[in-house]
């Protein structure tokens, strides 16, 4: 080993060796902590890390070693390793950011592993000495995989340095009141130079189901694979565990029939205050009625039947302000309403800037960000509690100020990688013709 040419052999080695390295580093140093690279450290680091690949390129006369960098046999064990270790990430549980590695090697945080990180290192000098050597010996046929590595340099390198960049905030906005902070992931609170105001929250929700649970335990029918009736506009008798479950009257919007007329005499807001508990029971045996205000749930008159017997009454998922009603089929089962899932749920809100003292109103919604100068805001959740009736929308700022570099080198390695694909055509059919 290490005779010159160098071999597989001497790859897997620098491979090995570099493994070996990280470990060292992290059982004495611990995990890598990214936030050392925060602007201007990343910048720095790039710098630096550009000089020495130009100087590696200089010394490529006279050292073989940094010959060796641009070949297959540095490549392959390289990026063969570099597969391994992303395999394992992604079959191991990752911490989030600002948390310490779940177990004692650190797989569970890998982007901050030091095996990981100097085995990636490794292949970005690897593609930048290929790319400054194709630069430097220009010829046609090198363009497909210069713009290739050159995409995957800038793609790897803006991806890891500028994530110290990164910025994530929380904004909690109750309806009607502008709010300018945010929490970051310690819970400080950051000023911002946006404020947001939430004039509205909706949600559309799936249709209701009905499903049967154990009232011993409150554990759904059957346990291992619970069965349920999706009740939509077009729903039909439908038979749910052997029993036949007809729907008699359908309320989307719904109260306690006693609640109802309680709420009515009580003054503006105090309403919303008041909550159900053992007493919503009682006043369910009223049944329900319409109501459109706040707090109100689907409600749905159910008859079940199963050979001789006969179940009737009112189902209700429940809200903030009565318990969940349900109906009993006999010693120990119960027809019950669960939770309404969301299908979608926005903010209407109005988004003030300082600098420019703009007033932009918009709609927020999950996985449709609204994008205003380096931040998105993304719809992140609500006041679960309240549904539907949520008076409180919790948003996301996100400012990631290395991402376009990152898209750019996402670009040219798509780009790169077309070029290929018709380059390799282009040669097989120009093959294929000499041979005829």
Known sequence: ?????????????????????????????????????????????????????????????????????TTVKAAVPALTTAAVLTVIMGLTRQVPEGKNPADPIGLTKMLSFWPFVLIYLWNVMIVAEEALFQACHFQRKFIPSLISHTGIFIFIVCGTLGSADMQKLKMFCEEGKPEWRGLDADNNVIELPIAIQLNRFTIDEYPP??????MRDGLPQPEKKPATLVIDKDYQPSTLLGWKVEIVKRIDNALPATMAKMMAGMPEGMASQMKMDSLGMRLNTGGFVPYNGKGAACALYVRATKGNRHQKGWVSCGSYLFPLTGVSLDDHLELVMPQ?????????????TEKDERNIHTTIEVNKPYSIGSWKIYQLSYNEQMGKWSNLSIFEFVSDPWLPATYVGLFLLIIGAILMFIQSRHASIHQTSQEH
């Open 1 to 69: 080993m290490w005779n010159k040419p160098y071999s597989y052999a001497e790859g897997t080695a620098i491979c090995i060796g570099l493994l070996i390295t990280g470990g060292l580093l992290q059982m004495t140093v611990g995990p890598l902590e990214w936030i050392i690279f925060k602007w201007p450290g990343n910048i720095i680091a790039l710098a630096f890390l550009l000089v020495i690949l130009i100087l590696f390129y200089l010394l490529r006369r006279k050292a073989y070693f940094f010959r060796f960098i």
């Open 209 to 214: 189901k009905l499903m049967v649970i154990n």
């Open 340 to 352: 309404r899932e969301p299908m979608r749920y926005a903010s209407d809100v109005n988004i003030y």
